[in-house]
């Protein structure tokens, strides 16, 4: 038998609440002591906290195909480790495996028939990256921009992202550019980071949403408009950006995360004005998951490890150290605090 620590809900925020670090409890378990056929015995790595764990903290998660975490029960999302035994023919002992269903634990017994596994060598040695760029979020924002985006090479677009220096966002700003957007602008909440995106990443301009006016930034930043927006908030800024497209323009709606602490439908309800431009401009704003899309996660995967490899796309993470420090990262990142990916060490 193990004893394990976890993670579990303490907690729901109530409604419009906004998530504490008290809302998450560490705990000890016991875990095992024998594994069924098809079962894996895994040490975690790392783990992962993303927007959409916010609506799973609410009793009811207002998408159909979120399922609420449960009071008092282990929380789970994305993780990376590595199968310490196995009663599985497709793994073995030492195997790096992944999965969306990873429970926040040190160590976990999971089915083979959740688990990926991940070859090392893909993202030379940088395991966490198959939580971010060469993951679930990179391969949100490459089949979001293929898919949505309607980037054509020679065109002459412009596209801008908001939540640009986040794990999806920094990804999908470097993507419009390898697929040839002429201009490629992010919008984020503070100077460091739109430093980064211009110096680090490439893109051509960024937007510090907590400086001056946003559509005047814009306007200055998108001298010829906007033909693509990869919406990762919703909520004003993504008002301000509708307002500044192009006719015939596509709006690639990922997330909304200034709005996941309002109990609203998602996506949330858009005001007039902006429901008025979508419509007098031929505007497409289609609801992106990229679950809808598992047939072209293999491929995905492989281009943008390929893409990390060779320094096309470059990697942003933010790490922090320590089962016991869930929480806390995962409230940092709902405000902004993390540049690229926010990821937790849980053991080396």
Not at 18 to 34: C, N, Q, S, T, Y
Not at 64 to 81: H, I, M, N, Q, R
Not at 157 to 179: E, L, P
Not at 264 to 288: G, H, M, W
């Amino acid at each position: 038998m193990l004893l394990v620590q976890r993670v579990v809900l303490n907690s729901r925020p109530g409604t419009d609440g906004e998530p504490v670090p008290g809302h998450f409890r560490v705990e000890e378990a016991i875990v095992g002591p024998f594994l069924k056929e098809g079962q894996v015995l895994v040490r975690t790595l790392f783990l992962s906290v993303d927007p959409y764990m916010r609506c799973r903290m609410n009793e009811d998660t207002g998408a159909e195909y979120l399922a609420p975490w449960g009071l008092s029960e282990c929380v789970d999302g994305g993780g990376v480790g590595v199968v310490e035994l196995s009663r599985c023919d497709g793994l073995s002992v030492d195997d790096m495996v992944t999965s969306f269903n990873w429970h926040w634990q040190t160590q976990c017994l999971m089915d083979e028939k959740l688990l990926q596994k991940v070859e090392p060598q893909l993202v030379d040695g940088h395991i966490s990256y198959f939580l971010g760029a060469v993951g679930m979020p990179g391969l949100t924002a490459l089949l979001g921009v293929r898919e949505k985006g309607h980037v054509t090479d020679g065109a002459n677009q412009t596209m801008v992202v908001s939540g640009a220096a986040g794990a999806c966002g920094s990804v999908a700003g470097q993507i419009g550019r390898v697929d040839g957007c002429t201009r490629v602008v992010g919008i984020c909440g503070s100077d460091e980071k739109c430093r980064v995106l211009v110096e680090d990443l490439g893109f051509s301009a960024a937007v510090n949403y907590h400086q001056g006016d946003v559509a005047t930034a814009l306007r200055e930043s998108c001298p010829n408009g906007v033909d693509v927006y990869f919406d990762n908030v919703g909520g004003p800024i993504s008002d301000a950006v509708i307002a500044q497209m192009n006719n015939d323009g596509h709006v690639i709606l990922c997330g909304q995360i200034s709005q996941y602490n309002k109990d609203v439908p998602y996506p949330p309800p858009l005001c007039d004005e902006t429901r008025e431009a979508l419509q007098s401009k031929n505007i497409t704003r289609e609801r992106f998951m990229v679950l809808n899309y598992m047939e072209k996660h293999e491929a995905g995967i492989i281009q943008l490890s390929q893409w990390v490899r060779e320094g096309q796309i470059k990697v942003l993470e933010t790490v922090v150290n320590g089962i016991e420090n869930m929480g806390v990262a995962f409230c940092s990142m709902m405000k902004g605090g993390n540049i690229g990916k926010q990821i937790i060490k849980i053991s080396d």
